[in-house]
């Protein structure tokens, strides 16, 4: 066979090979792989023994499957995603550049926080206020024979029998003075009449106020009427003989140090303790309110007091 036939069939063979095994290759791919496989065809075809010729074709297929492989790159497999969120358009850069520097947080929901942070405070404080009240109030409850308060009978500035039991159904807050006091008990009249119109004007007619004399032999029935006119209206004065008013001082813990036998148009001096005792509309001692609270605070404890009360309460 002359060596132009021979070339002939080496470029056929070339072009069939590359047409076969490389159909999906580029067009210079394709023109690589094919001038490839000419150069192997023809050295196949210069092989003078079939031993040769043999070897020249599996090294034609080795180099086909090299292109094939370079040629026929697999891209990656794309990782599956949803639709992506759309981000939110400000329209102007002013409101973009304060939502970045306010983050999260806007100003209608910053003054709601410090409101609701407010409004918690105040719960919390007066609920710690009102168990410390309940506290005080429990502490105070006699058990078997009362602490303060107690049974006694004397008769009003009306000349009327008036006994512990006539206490019931309000909050009373009971005084011990006398009229001959030279300042103390003036003073602390006056503020008897300011809580009791500021607890009126709170909780309304709650409260009864009440002064019982440690002074019997001067401070009559009509002494003590005249006299507690003076400071407030709603006043009741009880007195007695010695033994009632002393039994009276006993119940509550009082202390006063008027002679027993006294003469008529004697001088002395009395002196006692000074707290108003507020009891409760079932006569247990709630708290004693001393000289350093003034009409208002009193009024307020003893209206928190009564706020607090769950039973029966008489206003009229």
């Known amino acids: ?115 609701a942070g407010i409004g918690m405070t105040f719960y919390f404080r007066s609920e710690k206020e009102r168990m410390q009240r309940k506290r005080i109030a429990e502490m105070t409850k006699g058990i078997g024979k009362p602490k303060v308060g107690g049974p006694f009978e004397l008769v009003d500035h009306n000349g009327n029998k008036f006994t512990d039991k006539d206490l019931a159904g309000k909050y009373a807050l009971v005084y011990f003075g ?45 002494v003590l009427k005249k006299y507690l006119s003076e400071f407030h209206p709603d006043m009741i004065g009880l007195t007695g003989d010695y033994e009632q008013v002393k039994a009276a001082c006993k119940a509550y813990r009082v202390y006063f140090s008027t002679p027993k036998d006294v003469k008529p148009g004697q001088d002395y001096l009395v002196d006692h303790s000074i707290y108003f005792y507020l009891m409760d509309p079932e006569g247990d001692f709630v708290e004693a309110i001393g000289r350093q609270f003034s009409a208002e605070s009193a009024a307020k404890l003893i209206s928190d007091h009564v706020g607090d009360w769950k039973g029966k309460l008489d206003k009229d």
């Open 1 to 115: 066979m002359s060596r132009s036939c021979m070339i002939a069939n080496a470029t056929r063979r070339a072009h069939h090979l590359s047409s076969r095994t490389l159909p999906l290759q580029t067009p210079g791919a394709q023109a690589t792989g094919s001038r490839s496989l000419f150069s192997h065809a023809l050295r196949c075809t210069d092989s003078s023994s079939s031993n040769d010729l043999q070897r020249c074709r599996q090294q034609s297929r080795i180099t086909n499957s090299d292109h094939s492989r370079r040629a026929h790159k697999i891209p990656a497999a794309r990782s599956f995603s949803s639709t992506p969120r759309r981000p939110k358009v400000y329209k102007t850069v002013e409101q973009a550049k304060a939502r970045n520097r306010l983050g999260p947080f806007s100003w209608p929901a910053a003054a709601l926080f410090l409101l």
């Open 178 to 222: 006398f009229t001959h006091c030279p300042d103390i008990c003036p003073e602390e009249l006056d503020k008897m009449a300011g809580m009791i119109d500021r607890v009126k004007e709170r909780s309304g007619n709650t409260v009864r106020p009440i002064v019982i004399s440690c002074d019997p032999a001067r401070d009559t029935p009509q």
